[in-house]
């Protein structure tokens, strides 16, 4: 793919600084960049970055316009970073070329089921009765929609994703390989020293424009519904309990756990492997640094970190069994504290 | 579905206060309920929500029979949270109908595979060779029963899930989505700085009722069994490492890790995202609290814990720096305590 | 399976002491050992199992030689588990027997795809426009092979495993069943408190000899591939964020996550749980304990570690209420130190 600087400029509504008929065939980092690759600068701090760089063209924002055109072509955007998301959206789609609408000859559609004529049914995927099936939908190899299950308008279900009975997602989203969403929520009574299931009878509703990772799982919900609002975006193998709500436009990292009936707010964010509690409540605007545990309600909006900092392991041992007496230490302060 | 409540308590054993005829249509939290609504009361603390609902009808127990029939219809049950799991099993069952016994015909079944007539295999299921599928088990669609495993009696697999070569589970097991029972354990001898693969001959056996979450994974054993018994629930994205043995009755939530030939007692339970490590044991009605990691083997009931309390980022920021010299403080309050 | 033990011997390249006649039909653990078993020693410390055994034959090391020949028959072998590991492979392929190269009726292998001759591929896989599929090939039932995906000669991909468009996995590698190796990595640039998506680009890139836990996940590249290198192994529910490179021979344990961008050496081994965070490198040979959170780059080979130690809960919570107050302690004892 050979494209001019030109149509990337007035594809971005950026100011073109340079030779419009330069052609670029790859998007790639400043570093190690050829002159058939565009680039772009977002955090001043790798300034030093551009005039090294032997990029073709630069994407910049506008307080780098000087130092951008010294160097050579240049493309100034308002938001250097969110220009770069949208190129690499154009490119892939171009990529991707036109896919025509159709089914499968090997997959099942069970009678009952509304599938939109310009969706795309992939080879062993699976659509059960009663579902709804939107236009513009892709269903990759052995994906699995449930009985009643409804897939909005443009969204992508890759290979092997599940959406269970009953549940829900809406426009415009994707949800990655082997991702199950609407597994039973996590439920027992306990019973003379047995745990009694209780079945789970919610769904999962899932907003617009919600981004699912690989083998991540979502569980239904025991009485009402698991929920996630518009834009939430969620790595991979994050596990969702039942009856989570999960406020608009949140983003989990990779290895998240949120156990059940847990309410996040909007605008959240956590880090890789922290761990939220059940039945406890976060505001809008919570980060939540990596491999933190939250263990009752934040009603605040800030930062919240709990991780034990790590250290080579002789110096760890020595501060972990010293942890281990930590109580003691402080009474042992208190009374030294109190001497004459 | 409208179900009378006399009908209701009859099934549950209860004792119904109130009019028999009045029909409900769902069951739902007390919170939020409407005379459509049935619900429960099994927390004496949530009394206040039992007086201000509207809920058609409530499971209360002895001691809440005064302060329900105050308020209207209730049956009164001597445990409410097991009448109200058990009311969910019916409800399932009656929502579900009788599924009729059969192979999709899109299902593979190798020859030499035993499958019971009452079975459901459902669309792109396979069944190796060798492999035994008993009375009432429900395959969903593409799920993998490998060369000589076995399925007992009223077993669920649903969607994707994978039962490899020669592994069992046992009768009214549930296993969710995604989940891989008998992939390889993960074991290799050093050897001049790589790793030479040790075959994994063993294979995984598990018992009666056990249910296991969504993209969970069970390894097979290195030369004897991975063994869950009976009665054990894990919830989603659990990893349980070879030649584990998880006793009867334990409970694992989400994200829990168990490591190679740990040996679990019966009635434990571990909170998300628990580490359990190898080669050690834990005696029954051990709890782990989540996010714990259990280093070495406990050999007294009880709960345990161990996890990094958080905090705003500054605090932790400042309480984490000093975590680090935690052993040198110490030394300080110990030279203090010294000084005449 | 019979086997005599001259024959393993021969096969091992171990002195044999005792009858080559005897022979075994099970590898199994020195406890619990019958005549027909064959064991291994391989850590001193097991020495008086050794004399307790009933094995039929016991691999040992020459230092072993006197204490094996006074218990029975042995083969002395210069490196025990090595042998072990060698014998299960052997055993392993003597199971597995010879399969016919052959594509199941049911799979689909789209037009432009390369299939080898000798290659298996299993009931509803799936190999994409493209894509190349080497000599002795396995894959295994609903397997995914995207579009102009690679696989290397004599790799096994399991039930189920997924390799996405344009991803390469080397030679004699294993793919376990869920695992999912190229699904998008986790990139989106914030846009007026929504996230616009950055589309992933790249690939990824996996050398020879590597084996893929169940259910694990390896992103694809934003711009650039996501690598994997030489004999690396990761367990189960691994997560591998995307332009991570993973050094030749490096090891991961269940449940590790590893963000975006970091740069692993060789020879690097993480235990079960363990987080590394994006943005920061390894040197070879670093090793970090389970559970540990690497916040920073390792420049020094050596045993990293920061886990809380677990205790009864009581002890737990008093030591983490006055950590929380670690800080304030430090300053009294500060304080102290100045008094005259």
Redesign the interface.
Known sequence: MQVRIGDLAALLGGELLGDAEHAVS????LDGAAPDTISFLSNPRYQAQLAASRAGCVIVAPAMREAAAARGAAIVCA?P??A???L??W??AQ?RGIVPGGV?A?A?VEPGAVVHASAVI???A?VGSGARVGAGVVL???V?V?EGATVGEHTVL???A?L?EGCRIGARG?V???A?IG??G?G??P?A?????????GAVAIGD?V?I???T?I?RG???DTVIED?V?L???V?I?HNVRVGA?S?F???V?V?GSAKIGR?CTA???A?I?GHLELVDHVH????????RSIHKP????????????A?????????????T??E??RA??KKP
Chains 1, 2, 3 share one sequence.
Do not use: M
Not at 193 to 201: A, F, Y
Not at 317 to 327: D, S
């Open positions: 790859r998007i790639g980092p938001d970073y969110l770069f998301a949208r690499t959206q490119w892939a990529r499968h090997s099942v992939g080879a062993f699976y990759g190899t052995h699995h449930g890759k290979a092997r599940v269970s994707i990655h390989s082997g199950v597994a039973d996590f027992f009574a019973s020293g047995r745990w009694e299931k209780i079945e789970q009878l424009d981004e990772g690989a083998n799982c569980d025991a009485l009402d834009g975006k790595d991979n193998l596990q309990g436009h983003a990292a990779g290895c756990g156990a605008h880090g890789g492997g761990i509690l939540i640094t990596a491999a933190t545990v939250i263990t800030g930062q919240y970190s709990g991780l034990f900092p790590f250290d080579d392991n110096a760890w041992e020595k501060n972990a069994a010293t942890l281990r007496q930590l109580h230490l402080r042992r302060l030294l504290e």
